[in-house]
């Protein structure tokens, strides 16, 4: 096992990260900005090293200074959580070259399934189900329609080194195409500098289903069902659950099957996720593959009753998947609200500041996960999220009644925060029906605002 682990991240990730090499009997390192000294991943660790400026593309972000960091402190490996170096294919190389282990999937592979249009072409010749599309990349206008023909509109271009939106545009017909397909490939170039598209048939009104698989290096693979993450606006996901309201056993194990599969065949190693769509008929079709630990992780480790991280940190030191996590089943439901530092009721607009008072909830099947306490000044340079609300319940009825509950306990004052916008969602018909979709919650923020 590892000596000692160079944690390259901040905020609740850190945390979860550090307190699991801990149980581990691992020593920790922290890296900082200089906007982040008063962090509790700072406090938590046993060194800290400060990497620079507030700016993430100063600090967080520049893996020579996170390597330095890793030689000056002589850690055996570095985990990247989730965001900034995590799915970065250059820096899993620098790792390998450096001789600290990465915690996290070959670079080969980060790069493989980093390139969306590699990816499905990966997942098609493996018999994984995927949206009928382009062959792989389309050239120009012209090839874009002949394509467009044969699939039948609407239909849906993207980006090959896109992912989370970026470089995306529905086209519902002929008409719309060229200034569409431009769009898409500029704003790819702009954000990637890569401008390839490729095209699928576009799935109307589908939930988005990701399945958690990890695999050791010893050839063990297994998955650990599903999230359904359709709750969502603009790319950013609002409330997890899981299992989803929308999966049978059957259904269950056919996408379970396609995840391994998938998994073994293209030699992955550690945490990983699969993306799904499932449309209102029952198919699922491959959408991405994410080659790193995801926020939403801990709703898994609560009903399969394992811990995600401590795995990964086992299967990067070349130990075989723990025999609970083999073997595991699913005993209960769980649910995730990321409270964000965020003003529902102004368009979600950022909300950085001083923390004056917070009390986070507890007691029975509640979980939460964050870097926050009184008097902590949120920063304005990075991500909102400011804490993971997580429960459990042995069915979804109760999850979502704990959910309230816990909502309802937490005490944040000094800052806005999606609070209240979760708990008036948890109390929606459709919601506790399971009858939504990743359209859902814009047209029920559409509705609440004509209700006034
Ligand atoms: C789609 C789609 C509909 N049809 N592909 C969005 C980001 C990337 N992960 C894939 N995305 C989508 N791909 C086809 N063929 C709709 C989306 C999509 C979406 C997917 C999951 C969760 C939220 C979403 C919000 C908007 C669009």
Redesign the pocket.
């Known amino acids: 096992m590892f000596q000692k682990v160079l944690v390259a991240n901040r905020g609740e990730i850190a945390l979860r990260v550090i307190r699991a090499c801990k149980e581990l009997d691992i020593r920790t390192v922290a890296v900082y900005s200089e906007a982040d000294v008063d962090s509790m991943h700072v406090q938590l660790a046993d060194e800290a090293i400060c990497i620079g400026p507030a700016a993430s593309a100063q600090s967080y972000l520049l893996p020579d200074r996170i390597i330095s960091a890793a030689e000056i402190a002589n850690v055996d490996a570095i985990h990247p959580g989730y965001g900034f170096l995590s799915e970065n294919a250059q820096f899993a190389d620098i790792c390998e070259s450096c001789e600290i282990k990465f915690i996290g999937p070959s670079a080969r592979v980060i790069e493989t399934m980093g390139d969306k249009n590699q990816a499905r072409a990966t997942a098609t010749r493996l018999g994984v189900p995927c949206?009928p599309?382009s062959a792989g990349v389309i050239p120009d206008e012209k090839e874009a329609l002949k394509i467009a023909a044969k699939i039948g509109y609407p239909?849906?271009i993207?980006a090959s080194a896109?992912?989370?939106?970026k470089g995306?545009r529905?086209v519902l017909n002929e008409a719309a195409l060229s200034s569409a397909f431009q769009a898409a490939s500029n704003e790819a170039l702009k954000a990637f500098g890569n401008g390839e598209v490729y095209m699928?048939?576009?799935?109307?009104n589908?939930h988005?289903i990701e399945f958690q698989v990890v695999a050791d290096s010893h050839g063990n693979v297994v998955h650990l069902g599903e999230r359904d993450?359709?709750l969502?606006r603009r790319?950013q996901k609002i409330i997890e659950e899981c299992p989803s309201p929308k999966l049978n056993e059957e259904l269950r194990q056919r996408m379970g099957e396609a995840s391994v599969k998938l998994t073994k065949e293209i030699g992955y190693e550690n945490c990983g996720t699969i993306?799904y769509?499932l449309d209102e008929s029952g198919e699922f079709?491959f959408?991405?593959m994410n080659t790193r630990i995801q926020v939403e992780h801990p709703i898994t480790e609560e009903i399969y009753g394992c811990d995600l991280i401590k795995e990964q940190i086992r299967i990067a030191a070349g130990e075989e998947l723990s025999d609970h996590v083999k073997n595991a089943i699913v005993r209960h439901h769980a649910i995730e609200c990321r409270i964000n530092a965020e003003d529902p009721y102004n368009n979600f607009m950022p909300s950085p500041g001083k923390i004056e008072l917070f009390y986070a909830p507890g007691g029975r099947g509640v979980r939460v996960d964050t870097h926050v306490y009184s008097g902590y000044e949120v920063p304005p340079y990075y991500d909102s999220m400011i804490a993971k609300l997580i429960v459990t319940g042995a069915t979804r009825d109760i999850a979502i009644s704990r959910m309230r509950r816990a909502l309802n306990e937490f005490l944040i004052q000094g800052i806005k925060t999606t609070i209240p916008f979760q708990d008036s969602i948890l109390q929606d018909f459709d919601f506790k029906s399971g009858n939504y979709n990743?359209?859902w919650v814009e047209q029920f923020m559409a509705r609440q605002t004509k209700a006034g």
Request: charged letters at 20%.
């Open positions: 949206t599309g239909v849906m993207k896109g992912g989370g939106g995306m529905p699928e048939k576009l799935i109307t589908p988005h993450c359709s969502q790319h993306e769509l079709y959408m991405e990743i359209d």
